[in-house]
């Protein structure tokens, strides 16, 4: 199957799955959600939905969140990881935000990314979440999934997001990046995945890459008994 073709049946079975996928993170506008989207760098959606109402409570636009001294923001998502890094970035953030761009998110890729804690998934989520801009942000279910349906051999997610964009239309990567995260965390997650029976997978991936899984699910299987035992024995 040409790889344009498996793009098309991707595309047509996640739209039958999730015709309007919603956005994880709870927000109100393109500041709450910037907030959480920077909160969510190594950590659950579910974890920092728990964390941001307090905060936003105490911080809900970049003028208060840019004077609200950084160890009281670092209380507020105290659970979440990384909070020391990302409390200095959020008041960062909301300093510059109401400074430079008059308290809103500025819409400008070059000028999102400038923000601190700001990198190019971030960006790309919020030109596509906010503002409803054609952007394919490539989380960790993206980069996967790609290489498991054979979209792609990128080892960045720079290089995912290029392949990504070649083989799907314009018009639908904002949709279709939320339509591959829901996939991804719902049918296809990381480890001991068996992609023959996958309803994507089975039919995507290479009989290489099967075997490859297979073989490595195997691995991980026997390094966790051995590891079983070892407590046992002690």
Partial sequence: MRKQEKAQRIQDLLEELYPQPPIPLEHQDPFTLLVAVVLSAQTTDKKVNEVTPQLFARAPDAKTMGETPEEEIRELIRQIGLAPRKAKALKGLGKIIHEEHNDQVPQDFDALIALPGVGRKTANVITAQAFGLPAFPVD????????????????????VEHDLKKVF?????????????????????ALYHDLSKCPICSWAATKKRMAEEVARNLEL???RGKKKRTKKGK
């Fill in 169 to 189: 239309p314009r018009e639908i990567w904002s949709k279709l990046h939320l339509q591959i995260i829901y996939f991804g965390r719902e049918h296809c997650p």
């Fill in 221 to 223: 299987k026997s390094s």
């Fill in 140 to 159: 960790t279910h993206i980069h996967r999934l790609a290489h498991r349906w054979g979209l792609s051999t990128g080892k960045t997610p720079d290089a």
